[in-house]
C-alpha cells in the first residue's frame, strides 16, 4: 500500500528538480526572514525607537532596516542606524525577499498563463525584474 | 498547448471551498500586492525627485499603511503557518485548527496595529 503523499517526509518526496527545490527555498526563506525582521525590530527598540519613533516608522525599519526609513523622525542622530551591521542585514532581507516574490509572482502567473511560450516570457521577465530589484535596492541600501 | 479551465473568473471567485481556501486567497493578494508595493517603492526612490517623491508620498498615507501592513502581516502569519504545517507534514491532519490558530494571531495583532496607525495619523 502506498502512504499518503502528504505524510511522506522531505527526504522520502525527493528535491529532484528546480521546482521542488525552490518550493523549499520559499520556505526556508520565510524563515529567514522572519529572523532578520525581528533581529531589526529588536535593535530598533534597543538603540531607543521606544521614545522617537511612531508604530509606523518602527513597521518601517524592522520590514527594511535602510537608514532613510528612519529620517523623519525625532532621532537626535542616525548614525548608529546607517552602520555596515543594518547595510549588511538590510542587504540579506532586500536579496531574501526579491528572489521569495519573484518566485511566488512566477507561481501565481502560472495559474493564469499556461501556454509553453508564455511561461518562457514570464520566465524571462521575471529573471530581468529579480536582477533589476536586486541591483537597484542594494545601490539604495549602500549609497543612503 | 495550455489548460483547460472549466469554470470562469466569476465562478471561481465567488468558489467557497474548506477552511483553507480563504487563506489561499488573501495569501495571494497580499503578497502580489506586496510585490507591486515594494518594486514602485524602490523604483520611486531611485529615481528620486519630484515623481519618486509623489509616489513615495503615496506609502506615507495612513490608509495605504493599514492595507499593506495588512499584506504583510497575513502573509507573514499565513506563510508561517505553510512553512511550519509543509516542513512537519504529520502536522497537516490538524489543518483546521491551524487555520483558527493563526486567525486568534492575526486578527488581536492587527486590530491592535490599525488602532495605532489611526491614532497616531488622525490624534497627532
Request: with cysteine.
Amino acid at each position: 500500500m502506498t502512504k499518503k503523499s502528504r505524510t511522506l517526509s522531505l527526504k522520502q518526496r525527493g528535491l529532484m528538480n528546480f521546482e521542488a527545490i525552490m518550493w523549499l527555498f520559499t520556505r526556508l526563506s520565510a524563515l529567514g526572514m522572519y529572523a532578520l525582521i525581528l533581529f531589526a525590530l529588536t535593535g530598533a527598540l534597543v538603540m531607543g525607537a521606544r521614545n522617537n519613533m511612531n508604530f509606523a516608522d518602527v513597521m518601517r525599519w524592522a520590514f527594511m532596516p535602510n537608514v532613510s526609513h528612519v529620517q523623519s523622525t525625532d532621532l537626535a542622530s542616525t548614525d548608529t542606524w546607517a552602520t555596515p551591521l543594518w547595510k549588511l542585514t538590510a542587504s540579506a532581507l532586500l536579496l531574501l525577499a526579491t528572489a521569495h516574490g519573484v518566485h511566488g509572482l512566477v507561481v501565481v502567473a502560472d495559474d493564469y498563463i499556461t501556454g509553453e511560450r508564455g511561461r518562457r516570457y514570464v520566465r524571462l521577465l521575471s529573471i530581468l525584474l529579480m536582477t533589476a530589484m536586486s541591483l537597484i535596492g542594494l545601490w539604495l541600501i549602500w549609497t543612503s | 498547448m495550455g489548460l483547460k479551465r472549466d469554470v470562469s473568473l466569476s465562478t471561481g471567485l465567488r468558489y467557497r471551498g474548506p477552511a483553507g481556501y480563504l487563506t489561499f486567497i488573501l495569501h495571494r493578494i497580499g503578497g502580489v500586492g506586496m510585490g507591486i508595493f515594494i518594486a514602485m517603492h524602490i523604483l520611486a526612490s531611485f529615481v528620486g525627485g519630484r515623481f519618486g517623491g509623489a509616489i513615495n508620498g503615496i506609502y506615507e498615507n495612513w490608509a495605504f499603511q493599514i492595507f499593506i501592513f495588512f499584506c504583510v502581516l497575513f502573509h507573514a502569519i499565513n506563510g508561517l503557518r505553510i512553512t511550519i504545517l509543509d516542513l512537519f507534514p504529520k502536522l497537516l491532519d490538524y489543518l483546521p485548527e491551524a487555520i483558527w490558530i493563526e486567525w486568534a494571531v492575526f486578527i488581536p495583532l492587527f486590530g491592535l496595529s490599525v488602532f495605532v496607525i489611526l491614532k497616531t495619523a488622525l490624534g497627532g
